[in-house]
């Protein structure tokens, strides 16, 4: 989504103590979670999953303030205020993409892995082709969803703090992430995430409350306001039905598309499925995601009243001319300039909670899979090296980053970043995991060809269609999901027919009592 703040800047010098405040109140906490994770942190196990020892109800938090991005509080907000129904089904998309992720992959995932997804495909094929693909796959869906993320984290902190340039918040939030993934790694992270999920929830909670206060508690005049909103474009009022479908998406294909891209690649999200590895097994993965599906379900649902509220009760002008901030000034209309402050500073704390999952699971997949598996033959010269090695690799990752985003600018188009993330990941990712874990027949060929062709054509689409060519498009959808995954399913089951791979049909069966019953799986650290 996009991140555009210009109504901030009139308000930024009354309100920028109350903003300061806050901001620095949760860096002040997270750094003190960080330097006491930290001593906690010594050993592979202890820095890339936690020790394992996070509970169920605990990473069910951390899941959820991982996968509830700004893209989520801002931009589904200001997607529903502006289209209705059409943004209204973003929502449905995000919150059903955990019946994915709970029925399919949890299990198998905690079960098959030690760090990363590519340990899941390395069970049976061969592990060094496959480990050096799935890398690939994981640091540019993590770097185009972490690029996005910053550059919202720097428009918003320009905009609340006065006299705070766009390239210094950039560089700010940066360095903060950097410190949590380095110093905390898994630990310090899960925290930030947990810390930032109960803010998000607490205000989420309390400004649904203020819109349904203003409509009485009563839904169905809620739902009545919202069906009937009037609308003045070029001069000419007329009423428009909220609750209708079309206002965004006219092509239903658009619709489908997404839909598939959300579903499924929610389950090939690299940062998403490292925090399987947290928990001491695999009931407590389950029993995290449904932790989780609850507290992400309860927010998409209070995302409704906020988005429709803010359509219902703000002046339309001002939604449209910047939907993003529809959350913030809502809050600020119903609630005065310091919850104004307060929804802003947990839109900030929710960018940093991301990022920093997002270098962590950048960081852990190259050192693990690359640098360990792929060029060291999954033999640690020293030990401690591969900790060592990741940690170098979050502040290259981080410093990439903050490059990056500096140099695309804060008028850079997010939400075609945030579509390569989920449009590689469903097509690329998940493919290859389910016939992995459920295909005797598949072989490394079939994994290698799934990745390589899931990433290159969604990348492809993406670029030659309407969010990167806009009015010259070749490629009419907006997201590309309803023709990548089939590709990248396509390119794995046809290079799985194409070879045979004998060694990865004998493990199968092996791999398949491990996959549902857990026995030999990692396990916690002793306390």
Do not use: C
């Amino acid at each position: 989504m996009t991140f555009f703040f210009p109504f901030l800047a009139e308000a930024a010098p009354e309100k920028g103590h109350a903003a300061l405040f806050m901001f620095l109140l949760f860096v002040g906490a997270t750094l003190v979670i960080t330097w006491w994770s930290a001593r906690k942190s010594s050993g592979a196990s202890a820095y890339f999953a936690a020790g394992r020892r996070i509970t169920g109800w605990q990473n069910g938090l951390a899941v959820a303030g991982d996968y509830m991005s700004a893209a989520s509080f801002l931009g589904i907000a200001g997607m529903i205020a502006t289209s209705g129904y059409d943004g209204f089904m973003y929502s449905v998309g995000f919150l059903v993409a955990y019946l994915t992720v709970l029925l399919v992959v949890a299990e198998p995932l905690r079960n098959l892995g030690k760090y990363t997804m590519a340990d899941v495909l390395a069970y049976r094929l061969k592990e060094r082709p496959v480990r050096a693909m799935a890398s690939l796959s994981t640091l540019l869906v993590s770097v185009f969803y972490m690029i996005a993320q910053m550059v919202g984290a720097g428009v918003l902190v320009k905009e609340l703090l006065p006299g705070v340039g766009f390239n210094t918040a950039v560089v700010g939030v940066g360095a903060l992430m950097i410190v949590y993934v380095v110093f905390g790694g898994m630990l310090a992270t899960t925290w930030v995430q947990i810390i930032k999920a109960v803010l998000l929830m607490s205000g989420s909670l309390f400004l649904s409350v203020l819109v349904m206060k203003e409509f009485g508690f009563s839904f169905s005049n809620f739902f009545e306001s919202i069906s009937a909103i009037t609308v003045n474009k070029d001069g000419v009022e007329s009423t428009v039905d909220f609750l209708t479908p079309g206002m965004k998406f006219k092509d239903p294909l658009d619709q489908i598309s997404l839909g598939l891209a959300l579903v499924l690649g929610t389950a090939g999200l690299p940062h998403i499925l490292i925090r399987f590895y947290t928990v001491p097994d695999a009931k407590t993965a389950r029993v995290s995601v449904i932790w989780a599906m609850i507290i992400i379900g309860l927010f998409y649902i209070m995302t409704t009243f906020f988005g429709f509220g803010a359509a219902a009760l703000l002046d339309g002008d001002l939604v449209r001319s910047n939907p993003n901030m529809s959350a913030p000034l809502l809050a600020k209309a119903l609630a005065g300039d310091l919850f104004f402050a307060f929804i802003s500073a947990v839109a900030f704390a929710t960018i940093l909670a991301v990022v920093a999952g997002l270098t962590i699971s950048a960081s852990t997949s190259f050192a693990h899979d690359f640098f360990t598996n792929v060029i060291h033959h999954g033999k640690e010269h020293r030990p401690g090296e591969e900790v060592k090695v990741a940690r170098i690799t979050a502040f290259v990752v981080g410093a990439a980053s903050i490059t990056i985003a500096i140099l695309l600018g804060p008028n850079i188009n997010v939400a075609f970043l945030v579509g390569l993330a989920f449009a590689v990941a469903a097509s690329a990712n998940l493919p290859v995991i389910l016939m992995s874990v459920f295909w005797k027949r598949f072989t490394t060929q079939g994994a290698v060809w799934g990745l390589g062709i899931g990433l290159v054509s969604s990348i492809v689409l993406i670029l030659i269609g309407p969010t990167g060519m806009g009015e010259k498009a070749i490629f009419p959808l907006q997201n590309p999901g309803i023709a990548s995954i089939p590709m990248g399913l396509l390119a794995a089951w046809v290079a799985s027919l194409m070879t045979r791979e004998h060694s990865a049909e004998a493990r199968f069966a092996e791999m398949k009592v491990r996959a549902h019953t857990g026995h030999g799986a990692e396990q916690a650290e002793p306390h």
